[in-house]
């Protein structure tokens, strides 16, 4: 299967600079949304330190598969799975050095949600509350559980959705990339479907739109870049409170568009050929 993709980030209706950052790496089948937190422009270095350090890790790797590893592995017997997990764990590390050496730059963080399609296997990585869903068969799945205090309250007191919405301290963030020297990267392995559409986003939009309108564009929207662009005014039509940040891939059967224009041109020369021999 091959990846299509879109994505784009807005500042919003009410910050005056964007903390958000994403990265697509389409030689890696890699892409990601990190959500910065800090006072000034700190935010704004953290996501782009997180998504730079990730990019430059699988670029390092892919030039040499023998290179030395920054951290001991967890899952000895699964290169892609590692291979995204220590990208994320270096960020983190990479943050956090930034973070002590300056003190401008003291206390900032970075959500991050990571998809790596590789063998045939998606793997989806994530610290803070920027989110992954997979929207098959005309569902939507929450793939990624939030790393934040009210999701924590939600669990142990089973918050009813008013009390969700009236909850406090929504925007407290209890895991993040660059908030201690080494952070624990949840990841997950899914087997892909051909159609399927993975959306990674930062909280931006979730906090703005309810996952039922958010179905509905993937429903009715087949263009990604139009998909991301509605998702991204729904947002902003619903306050715009905070950056936003859409990323949309999906699975399509068949190869590479590159390869589909070859062989459209090669049958248009074989066809030819065979008309002047009759």
Same mark, same amino acid.
């Given at each position: ?114 998809? =790596? =399609? ?46 969700? %919405? ?13 908030? %201690? ?16 559409? =993975? ?76 008309? %002047?021999?009759?």
């Amino acid at each position: 299967m091959r990846v299509e993709y879109a994505g784009d980030t807005h500042v919003g209706m009410k910050r005056d600079h964007n903390e958000d950052s994403l990265l697509i790496v389409p030689d890696e089948d890699l892409f990601v949304v990190a959500d910065g937190m800090g006072g000034h422009a700190s935010g704004e270095i953290a996501s782009r330190l997180a998504i730079d350090t990730i990019k430059a890790f699988f670029e390092d790797t892919a030039q040499d598969a023998e290179i030395t590893w920054p951290f001991t592995t967890g899952r000895e017997d699964d290169y892609d799975a590692n291979r995204l997990i220590t990208a994320v764990k270096l960020a983190n590390q990479r943050i956090f050095e930034a973070s002590n050496s300056q003190l401008q730059l003291r206390g900032m963080g970075t959500t991050a949600v990571a998809a =790596y =399609y590789s063998e045939g296997r998606m793997f989806v990585a994530h610290v803070g509350d920027s989110r992954c869903y997979r929207f098959r068969n005309g569902n939507l799945q929450l793939l990624t559980e939030d790393h934040s205090l009210l999701n924590d309250f939600r669990r142990s007191l089973n918050l009813t959705p008013d009390e969700e %919405k009236k909850f406090p301290h929504k925007n407290i963030i209890v895991r993040a990339l660059g908030m %201690k020297n080494s952070v624990d990267v949840d990841l997950e392995i899914f087997p892909p479907h051909a159609g399927d559409t =993975y959306l990674l986003c930062s909280d931006g939009l979730t906090g703005e739109v309810e996952d039922k309108g958010v179905e509905r564009v993937l429903r009715e929207e087949k263009n990604l870049v139009k998909a991301c662009q509605r998702l991204i005014q729904m947002a902003n039509d619903s306050g715009g409170r905070d950056n936003v940040t859409v990323l949309i891939l999906r699975l399509e059967e068949g190869e590479s568009p590159e390869f589909d224009e070859l062989t459209e041109e090669v049958t248009r020369e074989l066809t030819e050929e065979v008309k %002047k021999r009759l």
